[in-house]
């Protein structure tokens, strides 16, 4: 398994492999394809599966994620009794798999911006709290000898506010993120 960038990130290859240089010439030979697909003016689209055969092995790159790939190689003598069928079967599977995989990444991010979430409605709550707090401060700050403490109280609430504010989108853009990722779980679409 490898990202665009040919960072190899789990392989079962032995280690008189050099695995860096086979991620890095992978991903090289990825860009090769879209640079063809554009010198011919196809339409460049986001690939799913790549397959190439020589006599001796066959290669099938498939796309996992936005960002990383998966390349199983088949020597010949382990795939002889094995029909077209059965490796369209097996793709197949591994597709499914891959999406599988995708939907429990999302499912996680959604977590994780629902945890989000929570922390920052109790920082809001909390900010408000001390507004409140602060608004009864200034009310017994009436003194004209207490003209400094009343100032400093101000400019924490002025902070407090704003910083409220900045929660409250914060608060927002992580609800709508949460929305558009069960859109996406529900479609069954790829993110």
Known sequence: MFYNNGTVFQT????EINVPKLGENLA???????????ICNFKSEVYKKLIFETDE????ILKLGEDSNIALFFKKEEVKDIKLSSIRRYLTRIEEL????EKEIILQE????EEQLKKTQELLQSNQQSIQNLDEELKNLGSSELQEEYKRVEREINFLE???IKLRKEITNTNEEIL?????????KNP
Do not use: A, P
């Open 162 to 164: 704003e910083d409220c």
């Open 98 to 101: 891959i999406d599988m995989d």
């Open 28 to 38: 090289e030979f990825l860009n090769h394809i879209k640079n063809v697909y554009n």
């Open 110 to 113: 959604i977590l994780n911006k």
């Open 57 to 60: 092995i066959s290669v099938i």
């Open 12 to 15: 079962t290859f032995e280690q």
């Open 180 to 188: 558009r990722l069960k859109e996406i779980i529900e479609r069954g």
